[in-house]
């Protein structure tokens, strides 16, 4: 019997088209330079996350800044450590989209093994240029503050808490975009924004997601479970002109923060950007949440050393233009699909991760709204790895798992931002 290995042969297959790509580049130009070669392809795919104020830990703006961190940036473009994306584009593509080509990659390798030539700045775009991203950029029109700082405590333990912002809106409103801005970059860790109209959950604040008191969200349940999610390197959301998610007078906003491990006590004050919509308002901007409750081929638990897969159905009963999607597990989640069924059979693909990573999870904004037909079947595929061959898994040895807040258990989520047409 022949014995296969797919895994080497794609890596061989990939270095062989890096290398040939390399021979071409060298046989095509003598020398590349940061200025002419280098710095565009760094603007467009590193510079939006790493600048001031950013996700990114350092800066990659001037000349000097990328040359002294050139050996890394090989590394992580060679490896697709980064930019960070988890789609597969083959199956679909996204206006959010952040994907090196194995010739910009190979222009990177080449340059730094020529001797990192900076060459004339003319030939370069200026450090006014600097893009903020696929989106419009203007100032938020309302910024929301944790109502005081909270203090991260020192047990090198991930920490997860519950916020509550109340806005004292004078009247409803509708948002062209949603922005997170994490105020402690290196322990926030992730972030989900969700609304309240109800009030009676005001005690929460700074309510750890292991506390008992947890049960206030089953007896008041968010009026939006999903506003809006970050992540590092996730953009804001922009909404399509003529649109806006409709945010509710005097509603609170709601936090939920994973911090990450520390040995050292820290804080956080982050903060929430609201940009009002402009204009006249012609659709309102909703929001699906596929949850747990919508599996159909078995209960969602997850026994330790296994990789059970679940589909969950979510049934589509008005015609809708999709904005947006946000998929969403923990450290045990292995690959992740989503797509509708038509009423005539057809398949409309919208997300497909086949190596889901916790720490990069992203809102997947669509160049067109993706049109899906009343009576489609929204339907979402995901297999989950809670052996101890998962390097993820945060358990040794695995443990059985269920359904919960804390990372150390799971969720089954997608998220669509849509509207109706």
Not at 24 to 35: D, M, P, R, S
Not at 59 to 67: C, F, K, M, W
Not at 382 to 403: C, E, Q, S, W
Request: glycine share 4%.
């Amino acid at each position: 019997m022949k014995l296969e290995f797919p895994a080497i042969k794609s890596i061989a297959l990939i270095s062989l088209l890096w290398n040939s790509s390399l021979c071409l580049l060298a046989q095509n130009k003598t020398t590349l330079t940061f200025y002419e070669d280098i710095q565009p392809i760094i603007y467009q795919n590193c510079t939006p996350c790493h600048q001031p104020g950013k996700a990114g830990p350092f800066n990659l703006i001037t000349y000097q800044e990328v040359a002294n961190k050139a050996d890394f940036i090989v590394y992580v473009t060679k490896t697709r450590y980064m930019p960070p994306w988890q789609a597969d584009p083959t199956y679909q593509t996204y206006l959010n989209e952040r994907l090196l080509s194995n010739d910009e990659i190979s222009k990177i390798q080449l340059w730094v093994a020529q001797g990192k030539e900076a060459g004339d700045s003319n030939d370069g775009k200026t450090i006014e240029a600097i893009p903020e991203g696929p989106y419009p950029a203007r100032e938020p029109d309302l910024s929301f503050s944790m109502q005081q700082p909270y203090v991260i405590s020192n047990t090198n333990r991930d920490d997860y808490r519950f916020f509550n912002i109340p806005t004292n809106l004078p009247e409803d409103t509708y948002l062209e975009a949603i922005e997170f801005i994490p105020g402690n970059k290196r322990l926030v860790h992730h972030s989900r924004v969700m609304t309240d109209t109800s009030h009676m959950v005001r005690n929460i604040e700074g309510l750890s997601a292991n506390d008992s008191a947890i049960w206030q969200f089953n007896k008041y349940p968010p009026l939006d479970r999903f506003l809006y999610g970050w992540v590092p390197g996730n953009f804001p959301i922009f909404f399509p002109k003529g649109s806006g998610k409709k945010i509710n007078k005097d509603v609170d906003l709601i936090l939920n923060i994973h911090y990450a491990p520390s040995s050292v006590e820290e804080e956080d004050l982050s903060t929430i950007n609201l940009y009002l919509a402009k204009g006249e308002i012609e659709k309102e901007v909703k929001t699906i949440t596929v949850t747990e409750e919508f599996i159909v081929n078995r209960q969602f638990f997850i026994p330790k050393n296994t990789k059970p897969y679940f589909e969950a159905v979510y049934p589509i009963e008005s015609n809708i233009e999709v904005i947006a999607v946000n998929p969403h597990m923990h450290y045990l989640g292995a690959n992740f699909k989503a797509f509708a069924v038509t009423p005539d059979k057809k398949e409309i693909p919208l997300i497909k991760i086949d190596k889901w990573d916790f720490n990069w999870q992203t809102t997947y904004q669509f160049k067109e709204l993706v049109e899906i037909p009343k009576g489609s079947l929204l339907t979402v595929q995901a297999t989950f790895d809670n052996t101890a061959g998962n390097p993820a898994n945060p358990t040794f040895p695995p443990k059985d798992v269920t359904y919960g807040w804390n990372t150390t258990s799971e969720m089954l989520n997608l998220i669509l931002y849509y509207l109706e047409k």
